[in-house]
Every structure is written in structure tokens, then in C-alpha cells.
């Protein structure tokens, strides 16, 4: 099952009994689809870059919930009743991309031995010494024509 981040921005002023009513409901939905909530973190107040117009006013701020969860890959449709939800200002589920669990870490390689086969480095020693030695050579070409 992929890994997906559940971001919750609710308003401003909702009673913590509440919030945590709406993350348990989710919670359960995950648990009712055979998945598993991994982390929950709360990120606290937030200030919004623009004002989030609903039916009871204009939002400048709001309270940012984060929940970690492995679900499977039709879970996103199913989370649709969150439109519904009075409490929050916006929702959006996010899916890790290239995250491995388990036995899956073992059966491929790192990925850092491409890396090791590259050799040097972002500036190359010997062809600075070498163009400083150019600079060197025309000048000294320059003071014996002069003289």
C-alpha cells in the first residue's frame, strides 16, 4: 500500500474536541479500508497568503492538521465527504513518491554506487593551474616583445 499525507486546514477557531472528532473519523475510514495511520501532527496556526472566502466569512488563518497514512491507491475517492465538512477551509491528500517499506529495501541497490563511479570533482585542479599558466606564458611573451 502507498504512503499518502492527508493536509487538513481547518478554521481558525474550532475546539480541539472537534478536530480531533473529524481526524478520528478519517482515522476510521482508513482502518475500515485495511490501513494504517502512521503519524499525526498537529502544525498549529497558520497564517494564509490569501483569504479563504466560505459561507460564514473570510479565513486569513487557519489550524494545519497532517496525517500520515498507508491506504490503498482507491482511497482518494473515497474521501470526498470532506467537501462537505463545515469546520475545514481546504483538505488535500498527497502521495509519497519513491518510498520503500519493509523487504523492498534489500532487493534493490542503493542507488549511491552510480555515484562513487563518478570520479572528480565540480572544478577540475589541473586545468586552473593550467590557465593560470597560460596567463603566465602571455605575459611573459608580452615584456620580452616590450623590451
Known amino acids: 500500500m502507498p504512503l499518502y499525507d492527508c493536509m487538513l486546514l481547518l478554521k481558525p477557531y474550532v475546539h ?4 480531533m472528532e473529524l481526524v ?11 490501513g494504517v495511520l502512521t503519524e499525526l501532527k498537529s502544525l498549529g496556526t497558520v497564517q494564509l497568503g490569501y483569504g479563504i472566502k466560505k459561507l460564514d466569512g473570510r479565513y486569513y488563518q487557519g489550524t494545519l492538521m497532517q496525517m500520515t497514512m498507508m491506504t490503498p491507491p482507491s482511497f482518494n475517492s473515497e474521501l470526498h465527504y470532506l467537501n462537505k465538512e463545515d469546520r475545514l477551509l ?6 509519497h513518491r519513491d518510498v520503500k517499506f519493509g523487504g523492498e529495501l534489500f532487493e534493490e541497490d542503493d542507488g549511491f554506487g552510480d555515484l562513487r563511479k563518478i ?3 565540480i572544478f577540475d585542479v589541473d586545468s586552473e593551474d593550467e590557465e593560470d599558466n597560460d596567463d ?3 605575459e611573459e ?3 620580452k ?3
Not at 481546504?90 to 502521495?95: A, D, E, G, H
Open 16 to 19: 480541539k474536541e472537534s478536530i
Open 145 to 147: 616583445q616590450v623590451s
Open 136 to 138: 603566465d606564458d602571455d
Open 119 to 121: 570520479g572528480g570533482s
Open 24 to 34: 478520528s473519523r478519517v482515522g476510521k475510514h482508513v482502518y475500515r479500508r485495511n
Open 90 to 95: 481546504r483538505w488535500i491528500l498527497v502521495k
Open 141 to 143: 611573451q608580452q615584456e
